[in-house]
């Protein structure tokens, strides 16, 4: 079978069939993850709209999805957004930070489908306030 319609890209069969698994994956993984996230999970089907929600869901404002659309800045931002992500429900160990940023879709379905963890809440500016804290010598009791 030949998919040499998308973009004049030679795909065969087996590297559809791949990128439309992994495209599957993801968008089964950041569903739930939305639903479990108390987001709709709709949300996901819609470019554009599915990363604003997922700002919302590590605490950054909307417009902060449009800094992927900065050509370099972007990636770096992707990188961010992502060890936020797993900041959200309370992965903060070297690992974790290694498996999101190298797996990326399949540590979010882990995520989405795993009952062990829970959504935490938003995470965006809580380090900083909490250096700031630290440097300060006044510590925040919880």
Not at 8 to 28: C, E
Not at 123 to 133: N, R
């Amino acid at each position: 079978m030949d998919f040499s319609f998308l973009n004049d890209l030679d795909l065969d069969g087996g590297m559809f069939a791949g990128a439309l698994f992994i495209s599957l994956v993801a968008f089964a993984g950041n569903w739930r993850l939305f639903v479990k996230c108390g987001q709709p999970g709709w949300a996901v089907v819609i470019p554009g709209y599915n990363v604003v929600i997922a700002m919302r869901i590590i605490g950054r404002p909307a417009h902060h999805a449009l800094y992927f659309l900065i050509p370099g800045y972007n990636l770096y931002f992707f990188f961010r957004t992502i060890l936020e992500l797993a900041n959200t429900f309370g992965k903060t160990s070297t690992l974790d930070y290694i498996l999101a940023s190298v797996f990326n879709v399949f540590y979010i379905l882990n995520l989405g489908l795993s009952e062990e963890e829970d959504y935490v809440g938003p995470v965006h500016g809580q380090l900083t306030t909490q250096q700031e804290e630290k440097d300060s010598g006044h510590m925040a009791v919880a």
